[in-house]
């Protein structure tokens, strides 16, 4: 086991037009690891102990940047500038219409067809103390994927020596625009590729979240969770709902929902999910900033890729906690804005803390 905390670089690979791709590995001093690329920001192997103090990866990932380049659904990665849908691909702002990428059905789908997530973003190393970080920039130009303003974007990861892991997302613009900044790693507490994750049982701090219509935009309703598959207020087998013939539950095939954190301030770190792997011993919570979260049970793994694991990921394989603003709020007025002006300074943050029984 480490003594220290550490922040290595390495040759990670070169993209198919030619740019170099570092991997950065942080240690802290309890022998918690987690792997960076800086290709998409993305987390491509995070390594906890279980009860028994046994190290195991559980993030879903690939061994080649091909693999994270040309399939994957945003395995570990950074989700900008627009995490999750916005429907029709469309939004009006300052008296402007403005036409998105179309990269999901009809939809824009987290930042469109080269997002965030497929960017190469510049990398620097923080050591302070008993924590060690990795900020990572990157400057989207003035109509990419069809957002206005140039979004300067820094996403800073930092690993604690409490076994948290801490991201802060920071972006300021010189035009009108809106961000909904995210990660998109897909945990199984068990182990990458122990199989589903139907077994853990999971707790969300929400009395309400946001049904979907077939195209899996909101509807605009804040529903109760209460009487619903949705209710997670106190813990419960994932398995339960995930089973439900429950229409919202049937149309995302599986949990593909966001839910309305219940906060108690505006801007501070508020407690959004707790999910526990009885097999293993470990739990992972979620604190986070932001209003809402996606959860999200991997519905849309198929059986058609094969991880780092060296086995293949099917439905329900692994799960996401994306903290983020609603789906769609650039077309939903009732919504939290998720508009950001020239001066001012997107900044969310969100932790994830990991603990065994
Ligand atoms: C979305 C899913 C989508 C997945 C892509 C999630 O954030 O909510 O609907 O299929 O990302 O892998």
Redesign the pocket.
């Known amino acids: 086991m480490a003594t220290n905390n550490s922040i290595e670089k390495s040759i990670y690979g070169t993209t198919a037009d030619g740019k170099p791709v570092e991997q950065y590995t942080l240690t802290n001093a309890n022998g918690m690891e987690v792997k960076v690329i800086t290709f998409g920001g993305i987390i491509t192997s995070l390594s906890v102990p279980d009860r028994t103090g046994k190290m195991n990866n559980i993030v879903l990932g690939f061994d080649k940047l091909a693999d994270y380049e040309t399939r994957s659904?945003?395995f570990g990665a950074l989700?900008g500038r627009y995490?999750?849908?916005i429907a029709n691909a469309k939004f009006s702002l300052g008296g402007k219409d403005y036409q998105l990428a179309v990269n999901?059905g009809i939809n824009a789908?987290?930042g469109g067809k080269k997002g965030f997530d497929k960017q190469v973003w510049a990398a620097k190393a923080i050591k302070d103390g008993a924590t060690v970080g990795l900020e990572l920039s990157y400057t989207s130009p003035d109509g990419e994927e069809g957002y206005p303003g140039n979004l300067a974007t820094t996403v800073t990861y930092t690993l604690t020596s409490t076994n948290e892991l801490r991201i802060d997302y920071r972006a300021t613009t010189d035009q009108l625009t809106v961000v909904n900044l995210?990660n998109?790693t897909y945990f199984n507490l068990a182990g990458n590729g122990a199989g589903s994750i139907a077994n853990h049982i999971a707790q969300i701090n929400a009395d309400r979240y946001t049904p979907v219509d077939a195209n899996?935009i909101p509807t605009g309703e804040l529903a109760p969770v209460e009487g619903t598959p949705f209710d997670f207020r106190s813990p419960k087998l994932v398995n339960a709902g995930l089973r439900s013939s429950f229409p919202q539950i049937v149309s995302?095939r599986g949990y593909?929902?966001?839910f309305v954190i219940n906060r108690e301030t505006e801007n501070d770190l508020e407690f959004a999910a707790q999910i526990y792997d009885p097999s293993s011993g470990r739990k992972v919570e979620v604190w986070t900033t932001e209003p809402s979260m996606?959860f999200?049970t991997?519905?849309?793994?198929d059986g058609t890729l094969v991880g780092s694991s060296g086995s293949l990921y099917r439905q329900g394989d692994g799960f996401?906690l994306?903290t983020q603003h609603y789906?769609d709020s650039p077309n939903q007025s009732d919504f939290p804005t998720t508009e950001l002006k020239p001066g001012d300074t997107y900044q969310t943050t969100t932790v994830y803390r990991f603990l065994t029984d």
Request: with cysteine.
């Open positions: 659904p945003y989700i995490g999750n849908r999901d789908l987290h995210t998109h899996l995302g593909d929902h966001d996606q999200y991997g519905n849309f793994l996401c994306e789906p």
